[in-house]
C-alpha cells in the first residue's frame, strides 16, 4: 500500500473551481462573474498604464537585477503602502508608532499576521463576519488559531447589516480576540458599516478589550478614492488603538499574480517596533524567506512618482466608475424587465460584488442553464459585466427569478 492512501480529496475551492469551468466551457455567450478581478467593457484584463510605463522602465534599466530582497521585503514599497492606507501625515507615522513588512499579498499579510497573533501573543479566538471572504477560516485556522466564531453581519431580510447582532456578538468576545474587519467594500455583501456604526464598533472592542484587525483588499476600488477608502482605518488610529492592517495591491494595481501586499502595524510604543520586526523576521523566514521584488518596485515607484501616483488615481476613477455604470445598468435592466422582487441594493451595494439574494437553486440554473458563473450564496462580481453581456444577463436572472 501507499504511505498516502489514507489521504481523501477535499471539497475544491470554490472560486478556483468556477473559473476553471468557465474556461473549459466552449458555449460562446459564456459569463464569468466569480472571480474578484477587474475586466473592462470589452471584458479583458487591464493591466494599468503607469504600471506598463514602469514595467518598460524597468526593463530597460541595466542596473536593476535579482538579487534577494530583505526578510521583509522593500522597505520604500513598505513606507509607501504604509502611507498610502494611514495617511502620510498620520501621527502614527510622524511619532514612528507604524510600520509596514512586505507580504505575499493581502492572503500572505493575513497568514503572517496570524501566525504572529497565535505563536507570539498567544492568542487563539478569531471572529470573522458572516458571511466573509472565504479564505479568512482556513489561514486563521492554519496559522495555528483553535477556536473559529462568526460575528451576525448580514440581515438577508432587510438586505443590509444586522448591526444590532454584530454588536451583541462582539459585546460576547472574550478579551484578546481577533476581530477581522472588512476596511471597505466588504465581500461579499457589498455593505460597509457607516461612520457612526464604526463609532460603536470601535467602542465596543475598546471595552471588550478585543485587537482589531483590518483587512483591506478593495483600498480605491469601493469609492474611487483611496483616501475615503481608508477612512475607517485612520479613526481607529486616531482614537490611539494598536492594531494590524493587511493590505493587498492585486485589486487596486491590477497585480494578482504578483502577490504583493503590506502588513502594517500600528503601535502606542517605539521600543517594541525592533521586537515586533524581529519575530516577524523568524515567522517569514521559516515560511518563504523573502519577498518578490517584481510587484513591490512597481507600487513603489507608482506611489513616490507625483506624475504616476496620480494617473494611478484616475485608473481608480475609471476601474471604480465601471463597476458603478454596471450597477446602474443590471438593477435598470432587471426593474424595467419587471423581475420580481426589489434590485435598489444591486445599486446602493459598493466595491467590486454584489450579493444579488439570489437562492442556490438559482445559481444552480444560471450555471448549468445559462452558461453564468457565479457563487454558491448568489455574490457576482461587477467587473465580469458589460455591455455585450448584460442584456444575457439580466434576462437570464429574470427567467431564474420568476
Ligand atoms: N481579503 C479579502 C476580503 C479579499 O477579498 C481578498 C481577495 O479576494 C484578499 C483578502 C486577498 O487577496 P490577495 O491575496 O490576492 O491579495
Known amino acids: 500500500g501507499s504511505r498516502f492512501s489514507k489521504l481523501s480529496i477535499q471539497p475544491p475551492i470554490e472560486v478556483f473551481n468556477l473559473m476553471k469551468a468557465y474556461q473549459d466551457d466552449p458555449y460562446e455567450k459564456k459569463v464569468n462573474l466569480s472571480a474578484g478581478a477587474y475586466r473592462t467593457d470589452q471584458g479583458e484584463p ?5 504600471v506598463r510605463k514602469v514595467e518598460a522602465a524597468m526593463a530597460a534599466d541595466t542596473s536593476l537585477n535579482h538579487e534577494y530582497l530583505p526578510i521583509l521585503g522593500l522597505e520604500a514599497f513598505s513606507q509607501q503602502a504604509t502611507a498610502l492606507v494611514l495617511g502620510g501625515d498620520n501621527p502614527a507615522i510622524v511619532n514612528g508608532l507604524a510600520f509596514g513588512v512586505q507580504t ?18 498567544g ?17 486563521f485556522k492554519s496559522a495555528g488559531f483553535t477556536t473559529e466564531r462568526k460575528y451576525r453581519y448580514w440581515d438577508s431580510e432587510k438586505r443590509g447589516i444586522d448591526f444590532d447582532g454584530m454588536i451583541a456578538d462582539l459585546k460576547d468576545a472574550p478579551p484578546n480576540s481577533v476581530i477581522i474587519l472588512h476596511a471597505c467594500a466588504h465581500n461579499p455583501t457589498g455593505c460597509d458599516p457607516t461612520l457612526d456604526q464604526w463609532k460603536q464598533i470601535a467602542q465596543v472592542i475598546k471595552e471588550k478589550e478585543l485587537f482589531p484587525l483590518f483587512d483591506i483588499a478593495y483600498q480605491g476600488f ?17 482614537l490611539g488603538f494598536e492594531l494590524i492592517i493587511c493590505q493587498s495591491f492585486a485589486k487596486n494595481f491590477g497585480l494578482y499574480n504578483e502577490r504583493i501586499g503590506n502588513l502594517t502595524f500600528v503601535v502606542n510604543a517605539q521600543e517594541v517596533i525592533a521586537p515586533i520586526k524581529s519575530q516577524l523576521s523568524i515567522i517569514i523566514r521559516a515560511m518563504y524567506s523573502n519577498p518578490p521584488n517584481h510587484g513591490a518596485r512597481i507600487v513603489a515607484t507608482v506611489l513616490s512618482n507625483p506624475e504616476y501616483n496620480q494617473e494611478w488615481r484616475e485608473c481608480l476613477k475609471v476601474m471604480s466608475g465601471r463597476i458603478r455604470e454596471m450597477r446602474e445598468l443590471l438593477r435598470g435592466k432587471l426593474e424595467s424587465l419587471g ?15 454584489s450579493y444579488t439574494g439570489l437562492n442556490s437553486k438559482q445559481v444552480e440554473t444560471l450555471v448549468k442553464k445559462y452558461h453564468i458563473y457565479l457563487l454558491r450564496s448568489g455574490r457576482i462580481s461587477m467587473c465580469g459585466l458589460n455591455r455585450n453581456n448584460i442584456d444575457y444577463v439580466a434576462n437570464a436572472i429574470y427567467d431564474v427569478v420568476v
Open 104 to 121: 505575499l499579498s493581502g492572503t500572505g499579510a493575513l497568514r503572517v499576521a496570524a501566525e504572529f497573533l497565535c505563536r507570539q501573543l
Open 123 to 139: 492568542f487563539n479566538v478569531f471572529y470573522y463576519s458572516d458571511p466573509t471572504w472565504g479564505n479568512h477560516g482556513l489561514v
Open 339 to 353: 423581475t420580481p422582487g426589489t434590485w435598489d441594493h444591486i445599486t446602493t451595494q459598493i466595491g467590486m460584488f
Open 222 to 238: 469601493a469609492s474611487g478614492d483611496a483616501d475615503k477608502d481608508a477612512l475607517v482605518v485612520r479613526y481607529f488610529t486616531s
Open 46 to 50: 487591464w493591466v494599468l498604464p503607469c
